[in-house]
């Protein structure tokens, strides 16, 4: 939900009890000034720790997980939300990167998984490592493994993926029979 604070030949003020700083980088992020953010703005808004510009479609998720409206943007309040969903990942990618360099491997992948509860096959592993390690290969480059907002995304579609699993999972026992009809929409409806 937007913020609807008038705009007008003063500009917009911010919400009553909004954090000053996050209302300086909400105004900033808010480049057409429309008093709401596009997926566009929010991606030129959001770096890595290696001043690597976010995956679109992690920002396209970010969005959909933070517009609550449905307007396909996000005001204040829900900018709010988003930057403090972004700084407790931000500690999860810290206490995981333990080799400190800058992206997430094959075992710390695989700790940060299981200690989220996602015990993931190695062979699981390996392709969710694959799907969104970071390709290489430009001077600038950052090191071989998985950046911080696809690591982000990479915990979010497997804890998706697993409640859409449980949820056709009414006997709990791993595993689920269902036709294509079923199996299209549990896919389609997620982000």
């Given at each position: 939900m937007s913020y609807g604070g008038g705009y007008g030949a003063g500009g917009y003020g911010a919400p009553p009890g909004a954090d000053p700083q996050l209302w300086s980088w909400f105004t900033t992020v808010d480049t057409d000034?429309?008093?709401a953010i596009t997926a566009v703005e929010l991606e030129r808004a959001l770096m890595n720790g290696d001043w690597t510009p976010f995956d679109l479609d992690t920002v396209k998720l970010l969005m959909t997980l933070f517009d609550t409206d449905r307007s396909g943007t996000i005001g204040f309040t829900e900018f709010a939300g988003l930057w403090k969903y972004i700084k407790d990942w931000q500690n999860v990618?810290?206490?995981?990167?333990?080799?400190?360099?800058?992206?997430?491997?094959g075992e710390e992948l695989r700790d940060a998984l299981g200690q989220f509860g996602y015990n993931l096959s190695p062979s699981l592993l390996d392709l969710v490592q694959k799907k969104y390690a970071t390709q290489t290969g430009g001077r600038y480059a950052p090191a071989p493994g998985i950046t911080f907002?696809?690591?982000?995304?990479?915990?979010?579609?497997?804890?998706?993926?697993?409640?859409?699993?449980?949820r056709l999972d009414t006997d709990r026992d791993g595993w689920i029979q269902i036709n294509y009809d079923q199996f299209m929409n549990t896919v389609l409806c997620l982000p």
């Open positions: 000034r429309s008093g990618f810290k206490h995981f990167d333990r080799d400190r360099s800058g992206t997430i491997d907002d696809r690591f982000v995304r990479a915990c979010v579609v497997v804890k998706q993926l697993s409640e859409a699993f449980g």
